[in-house]
């Protein structure tokens, strides 16, 4: 073999001793191995089908410095070693007598390794000749005529022709090689593409591999020349230019590059050496971390200590060059004709003139050339700092001839020329810069702030590869670019640094992270520079105004809640709750800002459409296409929309996303609840489960003998503690959240008969005339003194005094509330989502806060809730049986606000009023604040609950509906899962006789299991009205609604109205009996065909598909003919989008519903205007 080119086996080359480790230099080395592969059970072939050039050199120069014969050396050891009695021949050839050990070494070694089982070629069951058949006798041999006939039997012709056959241990095989003929073109001459196989594997492969560690086609650079032509691009007039390049300096070039595609680099300093004045070039400075380059002259390589990066590496190639001017170059770059003579021009007029070449573009796929563009361009950037290539047109000052150099308020960095002397006076680059990025931008600054200035020059053209990445930085460790950024900030952007510190969500500079800047401080105190303001002003006055309407920065509160919780970013999973406020300025600073992101430290809210609308934390991205992570905050109402769809910001960890609404499962075993949770709950869109009070109660047969607290023991009438938790658990990995109701304020009365003394549901036994509750434990200096309410408007009467009877607790102890805190924590503990306070109207805000204050957070067990999420609650302020004195009650109702919800038993009054006729449905125009309700972010509210609907007026009439007026209340449940007010509830009755019935029960007393038909439904006594058809379509239009405004509402006067959900969802009810509603409507729909959820089958309400039930025509005027016939079990309508879009509908309109008023706590402060 030649030696230089081939192929081998590693283990093979390895068994046969790899070469002679005591050759010197060069020669021999091939013929050792041609020897030794063929002794020790090899062979050595050449394959036509490869074919490799090779330049043959006329002489080798860097052996003229060895003094010693070198084949003589090298051969005398290999015949040593293998060529046995034949190595005298050798010997003989070099005029030697035989082997001499002390001038050649030592073989002992090598024929350790050679002999003998190396050495025999002999391999098991290996012949040549001729093949005979024993059964044939030696007279017939294997013949074969040709290649790809048939062998067969023949008389033996001696003729060593057609009857010689070789067995060894090579596997032959014959292939068939399609060698693609030679491009008369080169790869990429004159910067055309190159022409890639991309259905090749091996060639994908290679691709792939060069885009993953240079950021560009590593593959089609390599398949280019060197030295590549390129046009000259030049304008014509740039070519007229007479430029004496004999009056230039020269200047000294420096590259810096690091891990480099080797053939890129090298193009680029062949195309500066070959495309430069010879006398141009002072000196050409390649700083590189431990790599080789070619031998070119006036090229210098400088090697860093340690890996410095890209901007340490400028200074550190820069300090040592030794001409006036330095250019800088990328490493992937090549230079065009006549590059560098205007860039050095510029400079000889004015040194304080940065200059940059225009800067054409390099396909980092095909190594195109692309120039269209690059004229046209001038280097910018926004508030983040971030550069890019605006057009000129955007820019103020204008030119004449588009040719001269042209100002330019910044810079992409990394080619420009530049004074030595004026970029040391600048401080060079910060030395506490890190990596890459930042460092053009400081240098655009200070260059404008520091009496000079900065062009582009269009005469001069380098083209650049735009790296579709930087692998490098991907192993940096922490965020440079955010580092870098503040640093130059704090030195140089004077009043404004704010404006940064907003766009990366932080209060300051932290000299702890991000060093100290004392130094370039005192670099740009020395040399003489001018504000920030002016540098806008002069030389940026097309940078946009920072300001933005509603910015803000601080802490961020929500109004539903006390202003003790904060939004919080927490940090470790990047979930949000509302936390106890820290004032630490870290996972609850929050900044509004240029971008309108709601930012803490470079992490942005994000609103993403996922079955509903939801909120995740992510790194800020600022994408103008989706614009996903912009706010906008409305100071007048305190909400945060997002730009892009009619949602608000909005906090609730007591809900799955795309479910809100509650049902309440009045009585029901904790067995039936968790079937129904897992069964109907969870696949239905209900959001959470109410249970009744779950700790041990009065062991009676009423309804309110549930409301009668014996101990804190969770044993019920519903079940033992055993099958609450499991309940509770099934219900949470359902998607359903549990809210328990909690008597607090007092424990059970004394029975009516003789005893003294109740049971409870877990076998207790307490004395209410002598207050002993000893498995609580409660004695009689735990309660109030014993009193009667009578005048409820008296808020120490109605507070202090018992409630019907029942002893009061004293919550003003110490002891008392700590023995309600364990309750309740150890509730939490098992997964509930939070409490529904009975009798809270009867409770001192003071003490229920002193309270739930100190209730721990939700659990973060099982992921169920994010962490510092504190527990729902709700607060019961009822008082039933007043009149005029419930204005008196209600003014009250705000000092409760701060605990959480209010159940608005006013609502199901109202709503009553109007099914019952006492008033029009047009009174509910205004529902909410207008009409004396709490806020819908506070507002819980129900058609009838399990007291309401037991209490009748002083006339017999109901005060509210409920099962027994089924078309009324059908009417009324719609109403409320259709508008957009409060939280609804629905309540899961069953038939009782008389108002102090208890649940269904057995023969023992116990509760009776709830059973269903073959349809689904509860079979009597139980009601359960929230499996009923129009329950379960309205609460998926609550879900597909939510957040949405109402508007459009139309009513005739005669409780026939309509009203849209924004362009979401339509409703018309018909309250009528005598009169059908038939009107063309406006709906706020998008025209087209939409489906009506009542009237579709409840079997195929989640089907996909065609509508399941009836269709509603909006014409392109957003009007629609509606009829609704009077005698209608369901007399209304509910529309949403059109079923062709059904899916997309549903997962598009959603929002996390609790409160979306929020108080951002610190004001933007005015910065003044560029």
Known sequence: MAGGLFTIHKTFFERIGWYDEDFIIYGMENVELSIKSWMCGGMLLTVPCSRVGHVQKNSHPYLFDVAMDLPMHNSARLAEVWMDEYKQVVFDVNGLPRYVEERFGSVDERKQRAFPELRSPAIDGQFRGEVRNVGLGRTYCLTVEKAGTRPYMSLCDGLEKTQIFLMNESLEQEVTHNIRSRSVVPPGDLGTPVQIDLKDNATIAMVQQGLKTFGYNAYASDLMSLRRRLPDVRAAWCREQDIVSSRLPPTSIVIVFYNEAW??????????????????????????????????????????????????????????????????????????EGWLEPLLDVIVRNATTIAMPTIDQIDGFTMQLKTDFAPQLVGAYRWDLNFGWWGRAAMKKRYSNPYVPFDTPAMAGGLFAIDRAFFERLGWYDDGFEMYGIENIELSMKSWMCGGRMVIVPCSRVAHIRKQSHPYLDSAGKDVIMKNSLRLAEVWMDEYKQVLYDVYGIPRYFPRYFGSVDGRKAVRAGAGCGSFRDYVRNAFPEMMNPLVPGAFRGEVRNAALSRRYCLTHHWSNHSLSMAVCDKREKQQYWTHNFYHELNNYSRCIEIIASKGYRFVVRRCHRDEKTRTQRWQYVVESGQIKSEIVNQCLAFNPHFLPGRHAIVQLFEWRYEDIERECQAYLGPHGFGAVQLSPVNEVRDGTSWADRYEPVSFKLTSRSGNESSLRSAIDACNKAGVRVIVEVVLNHMARADSGSSTTTRGTAGSTVNPATRDYPDAPFSAADFNDQCRIVNPEDPHELRNCWKEDRPDLNLSLLRVRERILSFLNRLLTFGVAGFFID??????????????????????????????????????????????????????????????????????????????????????????????YVPREKALIYVNNPQLQRLPDADGDLWVVSARNRRAYQIGLAFMLAHRYGTPRITSSYEFANASQGPPSDAQGKIAPVLFDNSGHCRLPWICEHRWPVVRKMVHFRNVTNGTAVGAWVDNGQNQIGFCRDRVGFVAFNAEISLSLKANLYTCMMPGVHCDLISARDDKLDADGDCPGATVTVATNGRAEIFIHSQLEEPFRATNWNTAQAAAFVALHYVAHQQSTWRPETPQPNTGSP
């Not at 701060?898 to 609502?907: E, K, N, S, T």
Request: charged share 20%; glycine share 8%; aromatic share 10%.
């Open 263 to 336: 053939s890129v680099l090298l193009r680029t300093v062949h195309s500066i050496l070959d495309r430069t004045p010879d006398h141009l070039i002072h000196e050409l400075v390649l700083v590189d971390d431990y790599s080789t380059a070619g031998r070119f002259p006036k090229v210098r390589i400088v090697r860093a200590p340690k890996r410095l990066g890209l901007i340490g590496a400028k200074v550190f190639g820069a300090k040592t060059t030794t001409a006036s001017v330095i250019t800088f170059l990328d490493a992937h770059v090549e230079c065009t």
């Open 839 to 932: 009798s809270a109207l009867y409770m001192w805000p003071h003490d229920l806060r002193a309270i739930f204050d100190k209730v721990q957070n939700l659990t973060t067990v099982g992921n169920v809730f994010p962490p510092g999420s504190r527990p729902y609650v709700c607060l019961d302020l009822s008082y039933h049986g007043l009149s005029g004195s419930e204005l008196a009650l209600r003014a009250r109702w705000s000092d409760y606000s701060d605990l959480g919800m209010i159940a608005q038993d006013r609502f199901a009054y109202d709503l009553g009023d109007v099914l019952l006729k006492r008033k029009p449905f047009h009174y509910f125009v205004h529902l909410g604040t207008r009409l004396g």
